[in-house]
């Protein structure tokens, strides 16, 4: 894995918390973006080489509506950098891993992404993305 690509944070609503990490990181929003299929709206924003990606619900059967429902606001997923996806989601397989999706989907930021599930990773959810070519 190369880096931390970014940092994923899940907030119950993007505008009131797009102006807290502007303060915060004091750089703008760079981006804003739906993904339908994964029901969130996520917004983007520069730290360095990496990024924090805020993630908010579009509908309540949405992973992230589930997830501020159960345990608030908070650090919602770690993500890495790869240089090979198919690759990298072979081999954690193989190790006992297991992937929530078996062929790489769709992310936010012109991505191809796949989560590990977090009770194989210590309780913390990883997302794996590679940047489209
Ligand atoms: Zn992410």
């Known amino acids: 894995m190369m880096k931390i690509e ?60 589930k997830y501020v429902v159960k345990k608030g606001e908070g650090i919602h997923h770690i993500a890495f950098e790869v240089e090979n996806i198919e690759a990298e989601m072979k081999r954690l397989a193989a190790l006992g891993f297991e992937l929530l999706n078996e062929t790489p989907k769709n992310g936010a930021d012109n991505k191809l992404v796949c989560f590990l599930h977090p009770k194989t990773t210590n309780g913390v959810l990883i997302e794996l993305c590679q940047e489209k070519p």
């Open 6 to 65: 970014h940092l994923g944070i899940a907030v119950k609503e993007l505008t009131t918390s797009i102006p807290v990490f502007e303060q915060l990181l004091n750089t703008p929003c760079y981006k804003t973006e739906i993904v339908e299929s994964e029901g969130v709206s996520t917004a983007f924003f520069k730290t360095g080489d990496s990024k924090i990606e805020l993630l908010e619900a579009t509908n309540e059967h949405s992973p992230i509506a």
